[in-house]
């Protein structure tokens, strides 16, 4: 395995969409073309599956030098307020789009630091949200708390306006690690946290933990995994560690690369950590996720209907995904659109009922086409075509970059099939690279990517 991973341990995507960010095409999008596929995806598809809804909620009151996602630093609580009151007026603008009310199947609280608002506050935000929709059939409400500032009352707030799954961040329990990463909690705060959630009724809880974090080393993460297991939270990411401190805003400051676990050092931590999990009946999902048999996503993993998507692996599938607030990425099925990142312009496009989106890309067929193989790889490990395909010589061209996977005995390729082995499960992301025809075509002149190993 040590020699595959010196292989193959590149820079590469994380595939929550492909095309991936990079390698969108700025100059085919514009709002109006967003708005018209908005419309499109949700006429097809709302009274069948419903809709999702990501909701980013950016406010911290400590930067974690582990972090790559968007954030605002700060302790001024009278943010609250305002955010919250232009996240429903950008709801209201994509509501006038459609001709009946939104059923909102899936619904997720992320971040930054979600319970950084008040229960009180989350209360008028979903609400609000429901002016304007309905909840769908089997719906799935889930949102991420900070094991230091969810309280009972936050718990039970969600519970009660339909939430049933929550994940929290772990990371690491070691504490030279966490105070690397400036990430100081307790096992003592994570169990309170998830036993009340348990005892509030939530039917999902989740942890997150990270491996080849700075100056983390392999007992740390049998450690952090031995006392996972004394929890048993429903569901985990175990994810690597993203080093990109060449991002703007992403505070992987204060430890250089020598401070990291080099990359066979990681790939151990995961395949132990994996090991010590499957002793008490955690089932791999996709890439970096573990679940009990009891979980969604185990039972979606296991009926064929995983996704993956902006908000990462979920339950089941929605055509349409809308994202609100400042930096959000939505998903309509034929087009992508993320949002302005900074909060003041943000609030002066929604307050001038502009729908806040700055860059998009609209899939071509060729980018659909692509998208299925990436996404049934990501899912199910394994992706097909029909061999009378329109798209025959792009096939003959992502099969001939997977010829040397398959000599290492990283996937199986017959007549109309690649197949990952248990062998390649760990190498999902190159294999999906072969796939990513954009990123062979024009390689990019800067690293953009963190190392897939």
Known sequence: MGNLVRKYNIPGPRYTSYPTVPYWNIDTFSG??????????????????????????????????????????????EVEKPYISTLLKEWSLYCELFDTKPKIKELHLGGGTPTFFSPDHLKVLINGIFRFAEKAENYEFSFEGHPNNTTKTHLQMLFDLGFRRVSFGVQDYNDTVQKAIHRIQSFEKVRDVTEWSREIGFTSVGHDLIFGLPHQTLEHVKDTILKTKLLMPDRLAFYSYAHVPWLKGNGQRGYNDKDLPTAEEKRNQYESGKALLAEVGYHEIGMDHFALESDSLYIAMVSGKLHRNFMGYTASKTQLMIGLGVSSIGDSWYSFAQNVKSLEEYEHLVGNNIIPIYRGHILTDEDQFIRRHILNLMCRFESSWDQESENSELLEQILTRLREMEKDELVEISVNKVRVTEKGRPFIRNICMAFDVLLHRKAPETRLFSMTI
């Open 32 to 77: 109006k073309a967003w708005k018209a596929t908005i419309k499109r995806s949700f006429d097809e598809s709302n009274a069948t599956e419903g809709i999702s809804l990501y909701i980013h909620l950016p406010f911290c009151e400590q930067m974690c030098t582990f972090c790559g996602c968007h954030k605002r630093i700060t302790k001024r609580h």
